[in-house]
Structures are given as structure tokens and as C-alpha cells.
């Protein structure tokens, strides 16, 4: 009797020391990050927010229902032969930039004491400086209150660690992999939205179910921000990661909804109407004995109405669109951790503007870094096969680099970022090849710099826009940037 209790006691301090080894998570969380390139979603909320009670401050170590934040990044950089225009109807930025940009966010959250009410506010001044082109809002969103909302959370209200929650009011979100639905985190500004948000269960359960309906925030550089009333973008993704270990797999469905106003006497105000319905599915996961490989997938097909003006005259015409991403990924067995990763990318560009049918993919609002360090891409008529290296030489220390080609999906689609298109698709398909790297360094808890260049060569549907009459060029575009990060309160780690 007393050899089984002593067997049982070592059994019981075995599997307590077991399941706190490094690496190791509670039994009841299921949630697998991606190893993508770039499109993990950021946490909820953000990473530079802190719970008080695990901050640097000792005497708030009780106080575990605050959550703060507050952090600072300045980013300069330079653009040589900037393929983005200036203004929607301009193209190419012929002079080199030399451009600051200063961004400042502070949060404030309450959670628990008062549960199940709760409440969060987020404030964002994003500045830029020394451009030689018009500012855009892009770069710019001075005094700006990007989140403000309240919520209703009932912890168990689906079972055991299961809750259902209810947000309401001012808000962003990154869903899937961000190529759809992002707050845009390397930009200076944010991608927001004020509406609803119903969430069945969380992101560490074995299943969970995000729905919303919002209006998005339209961003005004140096007035309150306010929301566009005419358009609504709703939907839902259901995550299963309980099914296998091998993989989460994320059905989900996105809409958006506009409704024009093609004779507003306010030129700029006119808008067509749009019903857009997107249905997908994503499956992601890592397998093999190590883990080593991972992968990546994404399919989206589009269909409904899409608008178009002529003047105060609109047409409807049919939206059928598709879109696929898919990246594969090998981990090596290294003391760099080094991740070597292949991607293939697919979006259908519209073939003619004047048929009843248009095939362009809506990108809705999308995170566009992982398509081009030069943020020269969407995810809208694009044939793109990308190789990247990811590792780790020192300590705190990233370092990752890539290799990109574009092709027009349509000949005669365009390319919309760069406001360039040959309607007679005489051109060809081939916009240009990009390579880039870029190095991270964690100096403390508290700062992080990084380090990136990235060099744009246009290729042949590119060069042949270059015509003498206009503003455009034949050279490749080079693109430099330094960015320091300040955490006030740390990286929570104490």
C-alpha cells in the first residue's frame, strides 16, 4: 500500500512537472499559431497592451483587471522612383522621398470587475513629416480615438471556459490571415470599423464562432473620424481545431454591402451600389515528428452585384471573382531556427470594363505586407509565386528575406495600386519582380529597431507605361526604411 502511494506521489510530480516544461499549454488551449509569413492576426488586444498587474510597476501587481498600453514608433524612410501615385489620378512619384513618420497609441481596458460589462478605449495620433507629396491618410490621423467600445462577456455561458460576448461600438480586427481583414499594423494609420461584434466561445476553446456587421471608418486626416453610413461589410468564421492536431480549419463568410448615391451633386461623394458575397475557407496547421513543416491555405470565391459610374449614370454588372493562397513552410533542425518557405498567390482582374461582368477580387480590407515590402500589392489581379528565408542568428535578433514575382492575372485588368492599365492588353501580364530584407533586433523589454530595404525592378507591362508624355519611368524603385518601437510598460514578461 505504501510503495503505491509513494509510486503515485512520483507519478503525480512527474505530470506537474511535465506539463510546465517550456513549450507546454493548458490542456484546454487548442489554439495553434500560423507560421506564415506575415499573417498571424494580432492579439486581442494588441501586443503592445499590458494587464497592470504584470507590468514593471510592483505595487499594481494585485490590480489584474486593467489592461494598459502605451507605445511610441517613429519610422524613416526613403523612396527612390515610387511606383504608388501621388493621387488616384497621378502616377508614379518621380522624385526621391525622404519621409518621418511618428505614430503614438495609448489603451485603456477594463475586464472582470464589473463583469459582465466591459469596456475598452484606444487612441492613435499618427503624423508624418518632410515628404515631398501630398499627405494622405495613409500616413496621417492626427488626435484620433480608433477604439471606444463596451462589451457584455459572460465567461461560461456556453460551458465550462466557453463564454459568449457581445461588442458594441468603435473597433478594428484582423481575421484569418489578414489578406482580407486587417488593421494594417505596419501602415502609420488603422483600419477600423464601428458596429457589432458577437463571439461564441474564444480563441483557446476547441471550437469558436466570430460574427459582426460594421460600417467602416472612413479616416480624416486632421478631423474626427467618421463612419461611412452608406456601406456595411458583415460576416462570420467558424474555428475548428479540435478535428486534428494537424490542422485548423476555418470556413467562413464575408459580405459588403453600398448603397450608391450616383447623382449626389458632390462629384467626389458619388458612389455606385455593391453587394459583394464572399464565402472561403482557410486550413492551416504544422506536421511532422518535429513539427518541422507547416502550411498554409486560403480560397475565396466572390460573386453579386458590383457598380460602376459614368457621370451621374450607374451600371450594374454581375461580380464573379476568385482567389487562392497557399504557402508551404520547412522549419531546419539549426541553432538559427531557420524556416525556408515557398508561397503561391492568385487573384482574378476584371476582362473588360464594358461587358456585364466583373471579375476583379474584392481585397475588402486587407493587409497588403505580406504581398509586397514596397506595399505595392493587393490581393486583386496578381499571379505571384514568392521564396523567403526566415532565421535567428543571435539572440533577439531576426532576420528574414524574400523573392517575388507579379503577373497580371487579366492583361487588360491593371494594376491598381500603381494606377497603370493597358485596356488593349498589348502590354503583357509581367509587372515586375521585388526583392527584400529585413533585420529586428530586440534591444530590451522595452525597444525594439528594425531594418529593411526592398528593391522593385518593373518588368515588361510596367516599362511599356513609360511613355514620353507622361510622368512615369523605366527604373527600379528602391525602398529604405529605419523604425524604432518604445513600450512603456514593457513586454510583460517579469
Known sequence: MQANLVKAASLGTAMALFMTLPG?????????????????????PQSYVRNLSKTQFTQFRDIEWLDVGLDFRTRYEYRENDYRPTVPTTKYRADPDNLWLL?????????????PLRFAIEFEDARSYNSLYEKTNADVNEFELIQAYGE??????????RPLSLRFGRQ?????????????????????????????????????????AFQPVDRLKYEFDQPDE???????????????EFVTIQPYFLGRKQNGDPTNPVAANRKPDMDIYAPGLRVYGVFGETQAFDYDANINKQFGRFGSLSGTTQSLRQHDALAYSLELGYTFDHAWRPRASLYF??????????????????????????WSRNDYYSWDNIITPKARLEFVPYKDVRIDTGYNLYWQESETGGWNRANLRDPSGKSGSFMGHEFDIRMRHKLNKYADWSLSYARYTPGGFTTSQAKPSGPYTTEPSNFFYFELNLNAFGDGKL
Open 230 to 244: 452608406d456601406t456595411w461589410i458583415y460576416g462570420g468564421v467558424l474555428s475548428i481545431k479540435q478535428w486534428s
Open 103 to 115: 505614430r503614438t497609441r495609448a489603451y485603456v481596458g477594463v475586464k472582470d470587475i464589473i463583469d
Open 24 to 44: 507546454m499549454v493548458n490542456a484546454e488551449d487548442y489554439y495553434v499559431k500560423t507560421k506564415g509569413y506575415r499573417v498571424e492576426p494580432e492579439p486581442d
Open 172 to 212: 478594428h480586427l484582423e481575421l484569418l490571415d489578414r489578406r482580407l481583414i486587417g488593421n494594417n499594423q505596419f501602415r502609420n494609420t488603422t483600419n477600423n470599423f464601428e458596429g457589432f461584434r458577437l463571439r461564441f466561445g474564444k480563441q483557446q476553446n476547441n471550437w469558436d464562432l466570430d460574427t459582426f
Open 152 to 161: 457584455f462577456y459572460f465567461k461560461n455561458a456556453l460551458g465550462h471556459n
Open 345 to 370: 498567390g492568385y487573384g482574378t482582374g476584371d476582362k473588360s470594363p464594358s461587358d456585364n461582368l466583373n471579375q476583379r477580387f474584392d481585397a475588402f480590407y486587407g493587409f497588403n505586407q505580406p
